[in-house]
């Protein structure tokens, strides 16, 4: 059975420009989180989203937004990038938003912003 | 921020010993979980501990959920070269943000033969 998957593996922006990741849950997962993870730190959550609806919030600017479609796919939108978005982006699935239903994460985007 | 504190930052072991590490929080978890991150891929869910005082073993991985529910440890055993990587520990607050995950910054095991 597939994974997470997420797309592109590796992005190159400039500063201000827009970005859309894209993440595909484990087949019958119906959470999503995100995760932005710098060099040489553990990944810090920017959002949940449980049936499309946001659940969780992390303290991250309002450029950062998300959603998930019907098919319990997600994308993280960053508008106005700046240098210090540069990081690996993760996606986590789990069943559902529930005691004992642990994520697991997909390989990430590298985002590199110039 | 982190708001673990995972320690050590780093060790360099000889294949064959044992590994332990350990996390710490100023707040209570309801859930820990470690994980295990190679270079250019996402963390690998190794254990998961849901109850205080839990001892949950995979394998040569061994963790324990702490009985005050701020902190965890893992253990590995007789380690071997592909036990290479960053160990993650990661908590879940008990709050209605289920899906927020408090990482630690992770410990760096490097295996020499």
New interface residues.
Partial sequence: DAG?TQSPTHLIKTRGQHVTLRCSPISGHK?V?W?QQVL??????IF?Y?EKEE??R?NFPDRFSARQFPNYSSELNVNALLLGDSALY?C?S?LG????????????TRLSIL | G?Q?N?SPQSMFIQEGEDVSMNCTSSSIF??W?W?KQDP??????LI?L?KAGELTSNGRLTAQFGITRKDSFLNISASIPSDVGIY?C?GQPPT???????????TQVVVTP
Avoid at chain 1, 40 to 45: E, H, L, N, R
């Fill in positions: 997470v959470s989180s995760y040489g730190q553990g990944p810090q959550f949940q449980y659940r969780g992390g993760l986590a789990s938003q529930g005691f004992g239903q642990p994520q697991h994460f997909g390989d990430g | 982190q673990l995972q309801n859930t979980l994980y250019g891929e996402g963390p690998v869910l998961a849901y993650f990661a209605d943000s289920w899906g927020k995950l408090q990482f630690g910054a992770g």
